[in-house]
């Protein structure tokens, strides 16, 4: 997508394009860009939707605690789904915590795709030693599961900050946390396709008369490899999520003074049983939901881009 | 450990024969540390090996000293006492017990390398008189032997000589003990098998020296520590007891016409307390403490809504305070339970006159997994704080995380709760926590509160045997305590067992351990 | 390929001792086990003690080399909580987390490659649109969230499968085993399913990706030119074609499944090494932790050792690269 946005004109060119036909033809691809559209819109605007800053602790007031959603008996204006157990607006804390989850999940992927592109890039256009050493890095990190890479990262960093440091700093630690574990997907596809592009007369040609090796790299052989990293990116954005949602359900993620969604989940789960469903029902709604829309949209890319599924 | 497993299956299979084998299954919150007693210094583990393991004394239903494994005891003087021991008692193994079980016990467990050394602070050297008959003698003149000997198990020598057992085990060395997955005591119940993690079996022992007043023959014991989990398998029946039960699960365990919850307040009263040092650890204030002014903490006790955290994070359940120790504690005073009233137009002046008009920020330091409800009554209060004006950064995180920091001093304000075990006596909150740090006292004191008038107090009462005079100075100490609100006193906390209807009877005493040797089944 | 070979475990060793250093390094960090194993009521002398009984007050390095040679006889000391062995203890919990994964990789085969030759074979049709559709939302709901939701459905509401555990176990030798007993096959359904459900849409969806890319090539259009009925195109071609892929995938797999158990164990209170683990971050429990990283990634390693190897002897113009990409799918 920020490919559109890049030069004017692109959208344009986009919608007549094959691919711009195969997504008005693809009710998944359009809905589903639709749904993340208003979603990240909600998110980025939360301020100015939510009843209430679920991180402003003088705001929440533990009287209105557990309200029912405002369609049941009990339900309370302004609190449309509820409140939880400290008095929190759970519509509020939805809004606030889909864009943790989408900050981290992006941010997630934008930081693994640059380290990944750029020792890719390195990897594949030096070769050699300096190769090896990056690919023997990438089997390291890929011979440890993601979840346990992902634990531990997360664990030391908060560890290493001081105490003030470590809620504002928590989102950051997450980013890194998930992409430092997923950068290699992208060092190993852009390596290969700049293994081959190095080849290539133009880039020998380049080479020839001295065009800086960064240029080279930036100018010629980037734009040829960036397909496939794309759908890596649609792809992995909904791991990320998850993989976001799953640490701080775990407890090593997200602090429960600026809740993610995972967390929102954990703290619900807590009450399963006292009849307060809408505390875990209703997060695990949106992160499905969003999720799922990122997921249908990459689905969709990955095969329209791949000519042999077409 | 084949063996082992080969015996429990006899057991089990022998057990499944008899009609009438009464199964306990008890599904509690943590895993016990190990069967070693003197392993791993930690209350539950202690209570639950209670089972197995028994000491010279020990507490009743409702939490008096009685006989156990001595039968009498008297002071020959002011720091020696004399046992006479229980005759006719066996081991589960089949030895009988002795004096010199008892020496060897007490060197076990006052050696070096115990973690459980500090149970027994007062402890000097002990001397068989003859095989039923040992004497003790402590560093100086010591009201508390009995409470503490209450938590001291003792051990068959031969077992320990035979299995290389006489010191604790030492995880410095990479070594097990044999003691660790292997137990022999005089208790009502014996071990069967052992699964750490997933169930441990305890078997009735017929030649108990005591008459039992349970009926039960097995307990499983299975650790479940997913609270939504433990509830779900106590509704379904693979549970027959709890000894914690999530307090916002209480209702619908209640209207299970098949689970019964107990419910009662317990002995640890909880407090906030204050970094008192030159400086705050994080604050935009840089150049001095502002809770070392007495307006300053003044004004955080009135800003805290009591009411609504006992309502709310609390489920009504607890015990408003604003005593620094339970009723039932000796050195509790009904006067000094009165609080401060919520007042948050006073507490803003306060701040405003101890030129803070604006607040300040600082750290609060509050553990997930240690108090009951720790994370939900942190959260209320630090909006409450932020009411007033000021500006907590809460840190909730695992006990693990927490506590190097507050150990260290690394915190301005931490939740903290003391539940006087197990002495169950002031005397216990106020040498480890409010005395100034020397010695072996203020081993708690990690904010540098403290003051010399209690010291003194605490001093005296310390090696005073006359107990009315003793209580008075604790009393006294502790009237400075709240006068001076070095802690803001918060609520005694709640504690609920829930049982299913399989079961007829147990006592639930204060220091919310479990005593199944007092619990019938139907 | 001898020196193919050599190079490939070469790699491996590396790998492992990268890992090792990793698990050593990190835990140095986290917590302070010497206020988690001593009494409330210790003294200061009796901390700096311990702490040099555990040895923490050693250099780095020396610490570090200790480790390493330990872990390599496999010993990883004793745990900090529960003073037992970790090898013992890590040893206890592999049969549950072992029969956890396996089952669900069957479940996901059972599951996952019939229902992609379905997909593939219809793929227009409504059906296989409708399951297309669950895939996605297969691999969008987190598998905590499903874990809870079946326990609220199938053992609180309807009370037909227990909530946590796994239920009786029979001992074979070391090896414990729940599937000998009906509770303990009954224990094993919920967990299985939460944890093959990322697994069977993963496997539905690379069956379907394979059938349709194997009925494009020339030998299908062949087979279906001489006339051969469709089923045998499917079946015995065509399916039988992709099959290496699943099964090169599923291999690969089982690595990340073990290291998600830990979710589900944790949601089922399944007493497995990832449920050990959980435990071990909360206590600090240094051992447990480190050991637990080392054996998740030797298995993992083997893994990816073994499917590289077999494939070098299948296909000698395949070296490394061109499929532990999909290691890490997840």
Redesign the interface.
């Known amino acids: 997508m920020p490919a559109e946005a890049a030069k004017p004109g692109r959208l344009r060119r986009f919608l007549d394009s094959d691919i711009g036909w195969s997504f008005r033809r693809t009710p998944a691809a359009w809905l589903s860009a639709l749904v993340l559209a208003i979603l990240i819109l909600t998110a980025l605007f939360c301020p100015l939707i939510a009843p209430q800053n679920p991180h402003d602790l003088a705001q929440i007031f533990i009287d209105k605690a557990e309200i029912p959603p405002i369609w049941s008996q009990d339900g309370e204006w302004p609190f449309l789904l509820g409140t939880d157990p400290q008095g929190r607006d759970v519509f509020s804390a939805i809004l606030y915590g889909t864009r943790v989850s989408l900050i981290i999940g992006f941010s997630a992927v934008m930081v693994s795709m640059v380290i990944g592109v750029s020792l890719g890039l390195i990897s594949g256009f030096y070769g050699g030693r300096i190769d090896n050493l990056l690919m023997r890095l990438g089997d390291t990190v890929l011979s440890i599961p993601t979840l346990l890479m992902a634990i531990l990262v997360s664990a030391i960093f908060r560890e290493l900050l001081p105490p003030a440091l470590r809620d504002p700093f928590a989102a950051a630690v997450l980013v890194l946390s998930i992409s430092l574990t997923s950068w290699v997907q992208y060092a190993r596809t852009v390596r290969a396709s700049t293994m081959v592009e190095r080849r290539k007369e133009y880039v020998l040609a380049a080479r020839i008369i001295k065009v800086p090796a960064g240029r080279i790299m930036r100018r010629h052989i980037l734009p040829n490899t960036l397909t496939p990293v794309m759908v890596a990116a649609t792809l992995n954005l909904g791991l990320a999520i998850l993989s976001e949602a799953t640490l701080s359900f775990l407890g090593v993620g997200m602090p429960i003074t600026q809740p993610s969604l995972g967390t929102l989940i954990r703290i619900g789960n807590q009450y399963l049983f006292s009849g307060s469903w809408w505390l875990v029902v209703f997060p695990s709604l949106q992160l499905g939901l969003i999720v799922l829309s990122v997921n249908l949209l990459g689905d969709w890319l990955r095969d329209a881009l791949n000519p042999k599924l077409r | 450990m084949k063996k082992a497993w080969l015996l429990a299956a006899v057991a089990a299979f022998a057990l499944n024969g008899a009609v009438e084998a009464k199964t306990l299954k008890w599904g509690s919150a943590r895993e016990i540390a190990s069967l070693d007693p003197y392993s791993f210094g930690e209350t539950f583990t202690l209570s639950v090996l209670n089972h197995v393991y028994e000491g010279l004394v020990r507490y009743t239903g409702d939490l008096k000293i009685e006989p156990a494994l001595a039968e009498s005891w008297e002071t020959v003087s002011p720091t020696i006492w004399r046992f006479k021991l229980r005759q006719g008692v066996k081991f589960h193994n089949g030895n009988p017990f002795t004096a010199d079980d008892v020496i060897a016990s007490l060197a076990r467990v006052t050696h070096d390398t115990s973690p459980l050394k500090g149970n027994l602070p007062a402890y000097k050297s002990s001397k068989k008189i003859d095989d039923f008959t040992v004497e003790i003698e402590v560093n100086g003149p010591y009201p508390l032997l009995l409470n503490d000997l209450t938590n001291i198990f003792i051990f068959d020598k031969e077992w320990m000589e035979a299995n290389n057992s006489l010191l604790p085990t030492d995880s410095g060395k990479g070594v097990k003990g044999y003691a660790t997955d292997n137990a022999n005591g005089t208790g009502p119940f014996k071990v069967e098998s052992r699964r750490a993690d997933s169930k441990t079996i305890f078997a009735r022992n017929p030649s108990w020296w005591d008459k039992p007043q349970h009926n039960i023959d097995v307990i499983e014991f299975i650790p479940i520590t997913s609270s939504s989990t433990r509830v779900a398998a106590m509704l379904s029946g693979e549970i027959d007891f709890t000894n914690v039960a999530p307090l916002q699960d209480l209702p619908r365990l209640t209207a299970s016409s098949e689970v019964k919850v107990l419910q009662t307040n317990e002995l640890r009263s909880v407090f906030f307390a204050f970094n008192l040092g030159d400086k705050l650890v994080e604050s935009d204030v840089k150049d001095k403490n502002p809770f070392k002014d007495i307006k300053v903490r003044e004004a955080l006790y009135r800003a805290i809504d009591i009411d609504a955290v006992q309502k709310r994070a609390m489920r009504g359940l607890s015990r408003n305070t604003g005593a620094l120790v339970a009723p039932a504690i000796p050195g509790y005073e009904p006067s000094q339970d009165q609080r401060l009233p919520f007042d948050l137009a006073g507490a803003k002046k306060l701040l405003a006159d101890a030129g803070y008009p604006n607040g300040f920020s600082f750290v609060m330091n509050c553990q997930s997994d240690s108090l009951v409800n720790e994370e939900e009554f942190c959260q209320a209060v630090a909006a409450m704080w932020s009411r007033a004006g000021l500006k907590p950064n809460l840190s909730l995180a695992p006990r693990s995380q927490q506590a190097p920091k507050r150990v260290k001093g690394d915190f301005d304000a931490i939740s903290f709760g003391w539940a006087n075990e197990p002495m169950i006596d002031a005397y216990s909150l106020l040498v480890q926590v409010l005395r100034s740090k020397s010695g072996t006292g203020g081993v708690f004191n990690w904010g540098n509160w403290g003051d010399p008038r209690i010291d003194a107090l605490i001093d005296k009462s310390g090696v005073e045997l006359d107990t009315p005079k003793r209580i008075e100075m604790m009393k006294e100490a502790l009237k400075i305590a709240k006068a001076e609100h070095l802690f803001i006193p918060l609520h005694q906390q709640p504690m609920a067992w829930a049982m299913r209807n399989t079961m007829a009877s147990t006592v639930q005493a204060s220091d919310n351990k479990p005593r199944l040797w007092l619990t019938t089944m139907k | 390929m001898p020196a193919f070979l050599f190079k490939r475990f070469v790699?491996a060793a590396?790998?492992?001792l990268?890992?090792a250093f990793?698990a050593f390094l990190?835990f140095r960090?986290?917590?302070?086990p010497v206020?988690?194993?001593?009494?409330?009521?210790?003294?200061?002398a009796?901390r700096d003690?311990?702490r040099?009984?555990?040895?923490l007050d050693k250099g780095f390095v020396l610490q570090f080399a200790t480790f390493v040679g330990n872990a390599v006889r496999g010993?990883f000391?004793?745990s900090?909580?529960?003073?037992?062995?970790v090898f013992t203890?890590i040893a206890?919990?592999f049969p549950a987390t072992c029969e956890l994964v396996l089952v669900a990789t069957f479940l996901s085969l059972a599951v996952g490659i019939p229902l992609g030759v379905y997909t593939a074979i219809k793929r227009d049709s409504l059906l296989a649109k409708a399951l297309q559709?669950i895939s996605?939302?297969g691999?969008?709901?987190?598998s905590?969230?499903l874990g809870?939701l079946f326990?609220?459905v199938f053992?609180?509401t309807l009370?037909w499968l227990?909530?946590?555990?796994?239920g009786e176990v029979v001992?074979l030798?070391w090896w414990s085993t729940g599937l000998l007993t009906a509770s303990g096959r009954k224990a094993l359904i919920l967990p299985g399913i939460t944890l093959s459900l990322f697994q069977i849409t993963l496997v539905m969806r690379l069956v379907r990706?394979e059938m349709?890319?194997t009925m494009?090539t020339d030998f299908i259009r062949f087979a279906r030119a001489r006339g051969l009925p469709s089923r045998a195109v499917h079946f015995r071609h065509a399916l039988r074609n992709c099959l290496m892929p699943v099964i090169t995938v599923t291999g690969l797999q089982i690595?990340?499944l073990?290291?998600?158990a830990?979710?589900t164990e944790?949601?089922?209170?399944w007493?497995g090494m990832g449920?050990?683990f959980?435990?071990a971050?909360?206590?600090?429990d240094i051992p447990v932790m480190a050991a637990y990283?080392i054996v998740?990634?030797f298995i993992?390693?083997s893994l990816?050792t073994l499917v590289d190897l077999t494939y070098a002897w299948v296909d000698p113009r395949l070296r490394e690269?061109a499929l532990?990409?999909g290691?890490?799918a997840?």
């Open positions: 790699n590396g790998v492992m990268a890992v990793l990190t960090f986290v917590g302070d206020e988690l194993m001593l009494n409330e009521q210790a003294s200061q009796q003690e311990l040099v009984r555990l040895g010993d000391g004793i900090y909580r529960n003073q037992q062995e203890l206890e919990r559709f996605v939302l691999v969008s709901l987190p905590f969230a809870i326990i609220l053992s609180v009370q227990p909530a946590f555990g796994r001992q030798g990706a349709l890319e494009r690595g990340n073990i290291a998600f830990l979710v944790t949601v089922f209170q007493p449920m050990l959980v435990q971050v909360t206590f600090v990283l998740v990634s993992f390693v990816n690269d532990s990409g290691a890490n997840r």
